[in-house]
């Protein structure tokens, strides 16, 4: 069965990273991206088959990514799909509000695409099993 991730992010450079990323250390994830939190949202609820893992921006635009992780663990179909807040904030105000929130882990954006390919290869053994 293919395992999908989905990233959810308003800026399309770090879409962009994350999925060359994924397709250097993501075995064969399918990637989906969505760029705002209402476009997340809007495909989970239609689609028939849910990612193994959804990597969510904290700050964006409109929706912020600790509302769309709190509506995520209010929804009976979605609440039980991994989330990884992945940002550039260090602030630990930041990584408390999203652990709070729900998130099953917190990953800071390296601008070193090694290192940051090496925390996304981590993420993917923890959640996405084959």
Do not use: C, Y
Not at 45 to 61: Q, T
């Amino acid at each position: 069965m293919t395992q999908t991730v989905m990233v959810v992010d308003d800026d399309t450079d770090d879409i962009e990273i994350t999925r060359r990323a994924l397709e250097k250390n993501g075995h064969g994830v399918t990637f989906t991206a969505a760029p705002s939190g209402e476009a997340a949202l809007a495909l989970l609820r239609s689609s028939a088959v849910l990612p193994s893992l959804i990597l969510l921006d904290l700050k964006m635009p409109g929706m912020s990514g600790i509302d769309v992780l709190r509506l995520i663990r209010s929804d009976e179909r979605l609440k039980r799909v991994p989330v990884v807040v992945v940002t550039n904030s260090t602030l630990d105000s930041d990584r408390n509000a999203a652990l709070d929130a729900g998130a099953d882990g917190f990953l800071h954006k390296d601008f070193d695409l090694d290192r940051f390919g090496s925390d996304i290869q981590a993420q993917l053994e923890r959640w996405i099993k084959d």
